[in-house]
């Protein structure tokens, strides 16, 4: 199909809220936006320079954080614009295009992402004594780079799908950012084939990772029955209790506004919020207030900081 596209720009109508909220809306935003590229950051830094975090697990959670800290910056900046303009933000066509497919292509690197942290703790606490060899260096960045290239090819099936139809009508998007569905009702075209495309595409995706993910734990779980001792089942428990919440954040608001029937749009944009700023956040709220090795390897780079002021 030929783009016949004469839109060249799209209005961002941001979430549904009350005009009088727009301050108190915006700084709420504003302050999770800083927290969590500032808390992504500094996972990032603790990782890199305590050698002892230098592990299968923590070098996952680098990717992720990184992820986290693009992921709400590709979504917040624009909804942050939306609260500032009551005719909502213009976007020109390039920077939609961009927006989608960047949107797309961190969300499903980190949809894959959670489904090899599973199979590394899988690993890890089904296989201690073999848990070196198996995920060696090699192994990593092989499981790594596979996620990004994976989410790459995604999401380019995303976006070449859905900017392949003609617009020449209607150009205010329901929504805070440019996303597939609020974009398909602009186009001037019948888009059932490609929302069915979508919709399996998608759907695969998110759903052979849950699954994946699933079976992991069901296993771990396993694993951990086995253990003895009350200690040991205790902290096999905690390493895996934050990487479930996480995935449980990030999936449910993902397959309620993915892969349900019918589209209410003020609901699919309050959901959003979920995966595109809340979880973001979460990474390293839970993975520093619930991990040990994190706060200690916090507490001597603050130490070192101190140190060097001194």
């Known amino acids: ?29 504003l302050v999770i936006y800083v927290l969590t590229v500032l808390g992504n950051l500094l996972i990032l830094l603790v990782i890199i320079v305590n050698p002892h975090l230098h592990t299968p697990m923590y070098y996952f959670l680098t990717n992720l954080s990184f992820i986290d800290m693009w992921f709400s910056t590709v979504t917040v900046p624009k909804m942050l614009m939306t609260l500032v303009s009551p005719e909502g933000s213009p976007i020109s066509f390039p920077s939609c295009v961009a927006q989608l497919y960047s949107f797309h292509f961190l969300g499903s690197t980190e949809c894959f992402l959670y489904t090899v942290m599973a199979y590394d703790r899988f690993l890890a606490i089904s296989y201690p004594l073999r848990y070196a060899s198996m995920m060696s260096g090699r192994v990593c960045a092989i499981l790594a780079t596979t996620t990004w290239l994976s989410g790459s090819l995604h999401s380019a099936v995303q976006t070449t799908l859905t900017f392949l139809l003609p617009f020449c009508g209607p150009n205010q998007i329901q ?20 929302e069915m495309v979508i919709f399996v595409n998608i759907g695969v995706v998110a ?16 694993s951990i029955l086995k253990i003895h001792t009350s200690e040991g089942r205790w902290r ?13 954040c990030f999936f449910v608001p993902c397959v309620f506004i993915y892969l349900r029937p019918g589209s209410k749009e003020a609901m699919d944009r309050i959901v959003a919020v979920f995966y595109t700023v809340m979880t973001p956040l979460l990474n390293p709220v839970v993975y520093t207030l619930r991990n040990k090795e994190v706060k200690k390897a916090l507490l001597k780079l603050k130490d070192k900081v101190v140190y060097l002021q001194s």
Request: hydrophobic share 50%; charged share 5%; proline share 5%.
């Open 175 to 194: 929504h805070y950012f440019c996303d597939a569905p609020p974009i398909l009702k602009l186009a001037c075209a019948d888009t059932s084939t490609v």
């Open 207 to 222: 759903s052979g990772c849950f699954l994946l993910i699933v079976l992991s734990y069901v296993s771990i779980v396993h």
């Open 1 to 29: 199909m030929t783009n016949m596209s004469v839109v060249t720009t799209f209005i961002l109508t941001g979430l549904p809220h009350a005009p009088e909220l727009d301050t108190l809306l915006f700084g709420i935003f």
């Open 236 to 248: 096999a428990f905690q390493t895996c209790a934050s990487h479930c919440t996480v995935v449980l």
